[in-house]
C-alpha cells in the first residue's frame, strides 16, 4: 500500500524568499512521484516527476525537488518566490502494480501564499 | 501537442435534475481517462477510470456514472443529482500500459448544485 503526507496544510513566504513544501511518502514497491500545482479554478498542472532516474528532479517555472529515498521524501523547493506562484500545490506518489486506481495517490495538497 | 477540453466551465443545476459533463482529448489516441472530483478543502478522489471505448471502472458508489462512447470522449453523467455532488470536477488523461503513468489534467467544470 502507498500513502503520501504533504506536511503543510499553508506555507507563506515572501516575494523572493524561497520556497519548501514538504512531501513524505509510503511506498511497498520503487514509487514514481510528481508534483502538481492548481491555480484557482484552474486544472491541474505538472510541475515535475520522478521516475527512478536522477535523485534532483527540475521542472517548470523554477521548481525542483529531490527524492531521498532513506529519508522517503520529495520535497519541492524554488529558491525565489514570484507572486505568481501562489496557488495548491499537490504531491502524487504511485506504484507500477500492475493495474489499479489504487496506484495513484494524492497528498491533501499545500496552500503557497506569497506575501508582497 | 495534445489538449484536453472540459465543458461546461461552470454549472448551477437544482438537486434532482440531470447532469451530463463532457471531456474529449486530443492529439493521442487510446488514451486512459478519468474523473475526478474534487470537493471545497478537500483533496481529489477518483471516481472513474477507463482504458478504452466502452470500459469503465468505478471507484467511489454514487448516483454518478460515465461513458466513454467515443476513444478520446469521456461523459460524466446523473439521472438525480444530490447537494453533495457540488464540486470542481476534473477530468484527466495518460498514456501507458499502467495507469499509474503521468495524468495531464483538463481546466474543470464547477458544478454548484442547489
Known amino acids: 500500500a502507498q500513502s503520501v503526507t504533504q506536511l503543510d496544510s499553508h506555507v507563506s513566504v515572501s516575494e523572493g524568499t524561497p520556497v519548501l513544501l514538504r512531501c513524505n511518502y509510503s511506498?511497498?514497491?520503487?514509487?514514481?512521484l510528481f508534483w502538481y500545482v492548481q491555480h484557482p479554478n484552474k486544472g491541474l498542472q505538472l510541475l515535475l516527476k520522478?521516475?527512478?532516474?536522477?535523485?534532483l528532479v527540475k521542472g517548470i517555472n523554477g521548481f525542483e525537488a529531490e527524492f531521498k529515498k532513506s529519508e522517503t521524501s520529495f520535497h519541492l523547493t524554488k529558491p525565489s518566490a514570484h507572486m505568481s506562484d501562489a496557488a495548491e500545490y499537490f504531491c502524487v506518489v504511485s506504484e507500477r502494480t500492475g493495474g489499479g486506481a489504487d496506484g495513484l495517490t494524492f497528498g491533501k495538497g499545500t496552500h503557497l501564499i506569497i506575501q508582497p | 501537442s495534445q489538449t484536453i477540453h472540459q465543458w461546461p466551465a461552470t454549472l448551477v443545476q437544482p438537486v434532482g435534475s440531470p447532469l451530463s459533463l463532457e471531456c474529449t482529448v486530443e492529439g493521442t489516441s487510446n488514451p486512459n481517462l478519468y474523473w475526478y472530483r474534487q470537493a471545497a478543502g478537500r483533496g481529489l478522489q477518483l471516481l472513474f477510470y477507463?482504458?478504452?471505448?466502452?470500459?469503465i471502472s468505478s471507484e467511489v458508489p454514487q448516483n454518478l456514472s460515465a461513458s466513454r462512447p467515443q476513444d478520446r470522449q469521456f461523459i460524466l453523467s446523473s439521472k438525480k443529482l444530490l447537494l453533495s455532488d457540488s464540486g470542481f470536477y476534473l477530468c484527466?488523461?495518460?498514456?501507458?500500459?499502467?495507469?499509474?503513468?503521468?495524468?495531464?489534467f483538463g481546466p474543470g467544470t464547477r458544478l454548484t448544485v442547489l
Open positions: 484527466a488523461w495518460s498514456v501507458g500500459q499502467f495507469i499509474t503513468d503521468t495524468q495531464y
Open positions: 520522478y521516475t527512478s532516474a536522477a535523485t
Open positions: 511506498s511497498s514497491y520503487s514509487p514514481s
Open positions: 477507463s482504458v478504452g471505448i466502452g470500459q
